[in-house]
């Protein structure tokens, strides 16, 4: 009995988990960002309930990586900047907490280049060694994790060629993000983005396309397709 109950709260447990993640990719998707702040808000609590949770701190850290999403989306940079660097300190404990799991290690990396875009030469400077070595361990402990590659990817699209970034490496971390998981709209996406900036619309116009087909509620993705040329 005592184990069937076990059972039943580790499932309930897991729901909730679940669920939460899901409400807070909805809130980004919709750019909802008075949402996100919430969000964030019930996530420091349970940081402050839990401050030994490796996960507390990954979903905290992760509200507040979709809430730089938005703000940039919205073209707030300052926010954005400001959003990213709140997250970068949960991020790490959650590594610190749990060094093997490689989405923790992807999610500080993220959270690392996510700084950048509001101030490209400093921010690569302070932050551009956090954002390759975090994504470089992610990719080590779990070379399948295709959201390692999208976030790869999107270093390199901001990162100049001269540097070891470019157009052309960025699509092929986002076409390798595709080939592992088809169904992963944040890939199509940014492959859209960076195909309008190579000059190459009627391709971009195709992945935007194709973002939409999988996640019909991002916003971002159906205002790029809407700001592509269509020829």
């Given at each position: 009995?005592?184990?069937?109950?076990?059972?039943?709260?580790?499932?309930?447990?897991?729901?909730?988990?679940?669920?939460?993640?899901?409400?807070?990719?909805?809130?980004?998707?919709?750019?909802?960002?008075?949402?996100?702040?919430?969000?964030?808000?019930?996530?420091?609590?349970?940081?402050?309930?839990?401050?030994?949770?490796?996960?507390?701190?990954?979903?905290?850290?992760?509200?507040?990586s979709y809430?730089?999403?938005?703000?940039?989306?919205?073209?707030?940079?300052?926010?954005?900047?400001?959003?990213?660097?709140?997250?970068?300190?949960?991020?790490?404990?959650?590594?610190?907490?749990?060094?093997?799991?490689?989405?923790?290690?992807?999610?500080?990396?993220?959270?690392?280049?996510?700084?950048?875009?509001?101030?490209?030469?400093?921010?690569?400077?302070?932050?551009?060694?956090?954002?390759?070595?975090?994504?470089?361990?992610?990719?080590?402990?779990?070379?399948?994790?295709?959201?390692?590659?999208?976030?790869?990817?999107?270093?390199?699209?901001?990162?100049p060629a001269?540097?070891?970034?470019?157009?052309?490496?960025?699509?092929?971390?986002?076409?390798?993000?595709?080939?592992?998981?088809?169904?992963?709209?944040?890939?199509?996406?940014?492959?859209?983005?960076?195909?309008?900036?190579?000059?190459?619309?009627?391709?971009?116009?195709?992945?935007f396309e194709?973002?939409?087909?999988?996640?019909?509620?991002?916003?971002?993705?159906?205002?790029?397709?809407?700001?592509?040329?269509?020829?």
């Amino acid at each position: 009995m005592r184990i069937g109950s076990f059972l039943v709260m580790a499932t309930l447990a897991a729901s909730a988990w679940a669920t939460g993640n899901s409400d807070l990719k909805a809130a980004r998707d919709r750019q909802d960002l008075a949402a996100l702040d919430h969000d964030i808000a019930e996530r420091q609590n349970a940081v402050k309930a839990n401050p030994q949770s490796a996960d507390a701190e990954y979903e905290l850290a992760l509200a507040q990586s979709y809430a730089a999403e938005v703000a940039m989306e919205l073209r707030d940079k300052r926010k954005s900047e400001a959003y990213a660097e709140a997250g970068m300190e949960p991020a790490q404990k959650a590594t610190e907490l749990n060094g093997n799991n490689a989405e923790y290690h992807r999610l500080h990396g993220a959270l690392c280049g996510q700084v950048i875009p509001a101030n490209p030469l400093m921010g690569t400077l302070k932050y551009g060694p956090c954002a390759k070595d975090e994504i470089d361990k992610a990719i080590a402990l779990d070379n399948k994790l295709a959201l390692a590659y999208v976030s790869r990817g999107v270093g390199n699209f901001y990162l100049p060629a001269s540097m070891g970034g470019g157009l052309d490496i960025a699509l092929k971390d986002f076409d390798t993000a595709i080939s592992l998981n088809p169904k992963l709209d944040e890939a199509y996406l940014w492959k859209g983005v960076t195909l309008r900036k190579a000059n190459h619309d009627a391709e971009a116009r195709q992945a935007f396309e194709m973002a939409l087909k999988l996640n019909p509620n991002r916003a971002w993705a159906r205002q790029q397709l809407d700001k592509t040329p269509a020829k």
